[in-house]
């Protein structure tokens, strides 16, 4: 009998190739199809995206490929990887020698990869001694020059660091280093840039590609964000609910995308010139509730009687182009332009006599264990009534705790923070009861942010009742009023927040943010932890808050996209400090600290050239 | 209203469903031990009206009679009597009675009390915070029974308010810790927090949203202490520091039946099964509502 990751004859120049992979995760009373009839193939040197929602199995994929799926998966169809074929039944001892030397994966939290208490170095050299088969001492100069490869600074000095000495940077750049000690002929990346900081991001993105250069390893690329992708991939094969249902090379998938899903991710992705957003309606099915025929049908307005019946024919991911659509698009992207929203023209940090919220030579300062800390210093800013001022900077830039100071859950050391004239009054003491009807939060992740054992409509309502506002029938009607606002169905108000999804939470959050009519919400990194085209539709809802109830907005985020498609003005922060404020479209165009223009250049975008923006959809 | 009707449509199931649903599939041996505890608990309620005989009543013609014996009136024992011919049944009714009384209330004391140092520890941080700690830490390493002596020695005995009080004390910096350390996890789990900005008080926070949300950590807590009250009960009344005649408690009957091992067992032998079936009656339901109440194995409210 040939053993199950027999050693094949093969094409080294295919590392990867999978054909017709069904996954099923599979108990006692009922088996579940995860990811169905996939097929792909990544050439040498070729490095391919692997886009979709969360949930759409892309994770799932990766790890069958790699055969590190626990026992209560199954997995049909074929994977060969490099020289060996993956099958269920390949003994632990067989895929064990797969591992590193064939293949390698990166992940998203590279910190909570290595081992905490080993220094980095040493977790290096063990790895390469055992995949390489050399000795101690040899194994440590290869793993420092492992690292001097990986580009990390002071490579000497950091292989006697600990992972937690590290940046997250850094720790990424480890893991790679790891990845790369048993010359690996395909890296498996899974979203290994997402939460890490733009300027970062476009460091490891660079890494990722010139190591592909020199050692023409096939790489396969998850990441949810097409910027992205556009910036290190050649070829693109997309994913929804466990299917590829479009492949091909990056240059004609990002110009003239023929499924519908891909279009309405394309179009999901904010830009740096300012494209709205729009979002796609609706979510990923569950694997478990996928519909018949076509499973994009719910949510595609193209979708005719046909598409819910019958299946189109799968897409294959192997080189050339392919599409799994009964009405694929024809012609090149164009976007439609949309309304700006109104934006006055005022200097963002002007003596302005109106300004609802300003702060002055505002510094804050958080106690630590080695004594104060200061957050941010000299911050002068206001935000005048109907503005949408971004605050965007790096993690640990301090933008968060400018939202802070607005909000009073910190009061500033030095300076003043202002609401309509009177100082901001501080959490916890009886003034600002009155003042949380003005200003409110909607914090980054909407799962923490809901209370899980109540109900979305009574969470909704609490506000009211907190402030005593209305008798229970009008309450009652006030928070059908806000769940419509939301975008909500009424139904939902008697689920509790693990029934619904990320995108209806944080729905959900804004609906209790607006119950009391503020006229600030400050929105922390309120997209962040969503996927793109859930995060789409939230920026219209916003858009449309603001249009409909003139809301001003604090948008605190890392996205300059995204600031760049919510917001009318724009405060940069580095290190606690205010680099830059301004209108958005001017600073965009021609910013004039090297610190903006260092972090617009960082940001991949999904833009290609400027002249086809002007172009309409036909 | 059109929010109710659309939500009726939605089929969803109330917590008691999934209570029932949970216990229908629980293992037999968790179905014996409910079904023991909730005997003992109708005996507990009932005893004064089941009780075949008075519990004080003595009869020495009958004296040490075996269990299912006939007395010399004529009259018949299940349990057979003790020393002085008093009916064991009647006695172990009222023992159940007595000592449900003090684990229950003792326990349920206990738990509030304990929760709400826990929550001014977690409310107040700074030297409250660190003053409870060192409290907890040292109750931690003391054993309880060392206190309660000292306290009845000082006290007296015959006092049953401060016995049930005593009683229920012991466990309490248990529930001080885990109230402080899940309100605290809470508070920075953010929805806490997300509810204070919207300018609710603290004691909304606490008990509208924090107290639901850590009480199936305080009810596995109080299922794991339920049994030690009683344990701590019996053995007061044992050593003869807790209940007091005329009244009996489990501790009492099994005192008195020491004497009587080798020629009467069933004196000790009645009382000491009823401990000890009860006890573990109530540590097997307390590990099944652990893995029930655990929200990592259950998504359901
Ligand atoms: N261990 C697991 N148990 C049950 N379902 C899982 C598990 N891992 C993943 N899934 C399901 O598989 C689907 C695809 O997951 P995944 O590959 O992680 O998606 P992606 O990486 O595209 O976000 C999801 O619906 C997810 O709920
Ligand atoms: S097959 Fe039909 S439903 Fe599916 S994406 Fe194409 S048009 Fe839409
Ligand atoms: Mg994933």
Not at chain 1, 336 to 357: C, Y
Not at chain 1, 468 to 473: E, K, M, V
Not at chain 2, 94 to 101: F, K
Request: hydrophobic letters at 40%; proline letters at 5%; a negative charge.
């Amino acid at each position: 009998m040939e053993g199950p990751a027999e050693k094949l004859k093969a094409d080294y120049s295919t590392p990867l190739e999978i054909s017709g992979l069904t996954v099923s995760l599979k108990t006692k009373a009922w088996k579940c199809a995860i990811v169905e009839d996939v097929s792909l193939r990544v050439r040498s040197g070729e490095i391919l995206g692997l886009v979709g929602e969360s949930g759409s199995g892309k994770t799932v994929t990766c790890l069958a490929a790699l055969g590190l799926l626990g026992p209560a998966w199954q997995t049909e169809g074929e994977i060969r990887l490099a020289r060996t074929r993956i099958t269920d039944a390949a003994s632990a001892s067989q895929l064990v020698s797969v591992r590193g030397r064939e293949a390698a994966m990166i992940f998203q939290d590279a910190s909570a990869s290595l081992n905490p208490i080993e220094k980095v170095g040493k977790q290096l050299t063990k790895t390469v001694a055992r995949l390489r088969g050399v000795s101690t001492g040899e194994a440590r100069e290869i793993a420092l020059d492992l690292l001097r490869r990986v580009e990390m600074p002071d490579p000497e000095e950091r292989f006697h660091s600990y992972p937690f000495q590290l940046s997250g940077g850094q720790n990424q750049r480890v893991m790679i280093a790891v990845a790369l000690a048993g010359r690996p002929e395909l890296l498996f990346a899974d979203e290994p840039t997402t939460a890490l900081d733009v300027t970062v991001q476009s460091q490891i993105l660079d890494l990722i590609k010139s190591l592909r250069d020199e050692t023409k390893m096939g790489v396969v690329f998850v990441t949810h964000d097409l910027g992205v992708v556009k910036e290190v991939c050649d070829s693109v094969a997309v994913l929804y609910a466990g299917r590829i249902v479009e492949s091909g090379s990056v240059e004609r998938i990002m110009n003239a995308p023929r499924h519908p899903y891909t279009l309405g991710l394309i179009e999901s992705m904010p830009t740096l010139s300012g494209h709205v957003p729009e979002g796609i309606e609706g979510q990923v099915p569950a694997p478990d509730k996928r519909p018949q025929g076509c499973a994009f049908a719910p949510r595609c307005d193209k979708a005719q009687e046909r598409c819910r019946t019958q299946l189109p024919l799968g897409a294959r991911s192997d080189g050339g182009d392919s599409v799994a659509c009964f009405f694929p698009l024809e012609g090149n992207l164009g976007r439609t332009e949309r309304p700006e929203l109104s934006s006055h023209s005022r200097p963002a940090d002007g003596p302005s006599t109106d300004a609802l919220l300003s702060l002055k030579d505002a510094a804050c300062d958080y106690d630590t264990r080695r004594g104060k800390f200061r957050a941010v210093s000299g911050i002068t800013l206001s935000l005048n009534e109907g503005d949408r001022l971004a605050v965007i900077g790096e993690s640990g830039s301090g933008k968060s705790t400018i939202g802070k100071l607005m909000l009073g859950i910190e009061p500033t050391s030095e300076g003043t923070a202002t609401f309509m004239g009177n100082p901001v009054p501080i959490l916890g003491t009886s003034d600002h009861i009155a003042f949380a009807r003005s200003v409110q939060l909607v914090p980054q992740n909407p799962f923490l942010s809901l209370d899980p054992r109540a109900t979305i409509g009574s969470q909704i309502e609490e506000p009211l009742e907190i402030h005593g506002i209305g008798t229970r029938q009008e309450r009652r009607a006030r928070r059908c009023e806000l769940l419509e606002s939301a975008g909500l169905s009424l139904d939902l108000a008697t689920r509790y927040p693990h029934e619904i999804s990320g995108g209806q939470c944080q729905r959900a959050v804004i609906a209790r943010a607006l119950a009391l009519r503020p006229k600030v919400l400050i929105c922390d990194e309120a997209t962040a932890s969503l996927d793109v085209s859930v995060q789409a539709r939230i920026i219209e809802l916003l858009r449309e808050l603001h249009r409909m109830h003139d809301l001003s907005i604090v948008f605190i985020t890392h996205d300059l996209r995204l600031a760049r498609s919510l917001c009318s003005h724009v405060a940069v922060m580095r290190s606690g400090q205010l680099v830059e404020l301004g209108e958005t479209s001017p600073m965009f165009e021609a910013p004039e600290h090297p610190y903006t223009s260092q972090l617009l250049a960082s940001m991949p975008d999904v833009e290609v050239a400027d002249s086809r923006t002007m172009e309409t959809m036909q | 209203m059109a929010y109710s009707d659309a939500s009726s449509a939605f089929e969803r199931r109330t917590s008691t469903q999934v209570a029932i649903a949970h216990f229908a599939e629980s293992p037999v041996i968790v179905k014996l031990a409910v079904l023991w505890l909730v005997m003992i608990l109708f005996i507990a309620v009932t005893a004064r009206w089941i009780m075949p005989y008075d519990y004080q009543e003595t009869a020495l013609l009958s004296r040490l009679l075996p269990p299912g014996a006939t007395g010399t009136s004529g009259d018949f024992h299940l349990l057979g009597t003790d020393h002085l011919g008093r009916d064991l049944l009647s006695r172990l009714f009222s023992s159940i009675q007595l000592t449900m009384l003090v684990a229950v209330f003792g326990t349920l004391f206990g738990a509030v009390v304990g929760s709400c140092i826990g929550f001014v520890a977690a409310r107040f941080r700074g030297w409250v915070d660190d003053v409870i700690m060192v409290l907890v830490d040292f109750q931690a390493s003391m054993p309880f029974v060392i206190i309660a002596l000292s306290v009845i020695a000082v006290m007296g005995t015959g006092n049953m308010l401060l016995f049930i009080l005593l009683v229920g004390f012991q466990g309490w910096e248990r529930y001080a810790r885990i109230s402080r350390g899940m309100t605290l996890s809470a508070v920075n789990h953010g929805y806490a927090a997300a509810i204070r900005l919207l300018g609710a008080g603290t004691m909304r926070v606490y008990l509208r949203h924090i107290l639901p949300n850590i009480l199936a950590a305080l009810v596995v807590q109080v299922s794991i202490n339920f049994p030690e009250t009683v344990i701590l009960e019996t053995s007061m009344s044992f050593l003869g520091v807790g209940i007091q005649p005329p009244n009996t408690s489990l501790g009492n009957l099994l005192s008195y039946g020491r004497d009587y091992l080798l020629n009467a067992w069933w004196i000790a032998g009645v009382p000491g099964c009823t401990i000890f079936f009860t006890t573990l009656s109530m540590s097997i339901v307390g590990d099944w509502l652990r893995d029930v109440l655990d929200p990592t194995t259950n998504s359901g409210t």
